[in-house]
């Protein structure tokens, strides 16, 4: 038996994890330095120095500024999706049961993930960051559709995609409101935002519990 293909997966994995961990340590720096001085502070010899690594070593991974930050803007993406996900496994199927954790977790996301306040997904460098046709909050849009459909059995149209994209453009801008001038989130904007973009959901999405 041939068990050389083993044996290479066996030494090969091992240098993928160090590689990936090396690359998270990167965008771990890049995401402190936002946190500190703003996206301008964010250059390769202070990602290198601060994530104790070297200015070779990062652009084997990130070939510019704007590479690197594109990555974190992912990896914030794909953070939150993680967490909309979790608490739409544990929610009811009650209609739109699951709104508060959705919203909850992108407060949650500005409180506690480093450089997303400033970053988020990356609408702040590029309002098309996170694709070439459609924008950050039509990527979600679509992704919430299609989340909704296969948990409450309704077909995606693109009238549900038109009003989760505005929900969501309403929800980001009152958010990033509530968290210009406190770190902690002014409670009154976002209560007003988990209402009022909770309310138009609602009204305009009218899900049927199964």
Known sequence: MDTSHEVLNLRTTPTQ??????????LDAAAVLIDEDGIDGVTTTAVAYRSRSSVGVLYRY???????????????????????????????LAPWAAWDNTFGS??????HEPGFRHLGFGDIIAERFLGDEPTNSTVIARIFAQMLSEEHTVPVTDSM??????????????VHRAFLYDSRGDERFIEEAR??????????IPLTAE
């Open 161 to 174: 995609v038109f009003h989760l994209d505005v929900a969501i453009a309403m929800g980001v801008a009152i």
């Open 106 to 111: 992108y407060v949650e996301m500005y409180r």
């Open 195 to 204: 209402e009022m973009v909770g309310a138009y959901l609602r009204a305009e």
């Open 17 to 26: 994890q160090r590689s990936s961990e090396r690359m998270q340590s990167l």
């Open 62 to 92: 990130f070939p510019n500024v704007d590479s690197l930050l594109k990555a974190l803007a992912q990896r914030n993406m794909q953070r939150y999706m993680d967490r909309v996900q979790e608490g739409a496994d544990r929610a009811s």
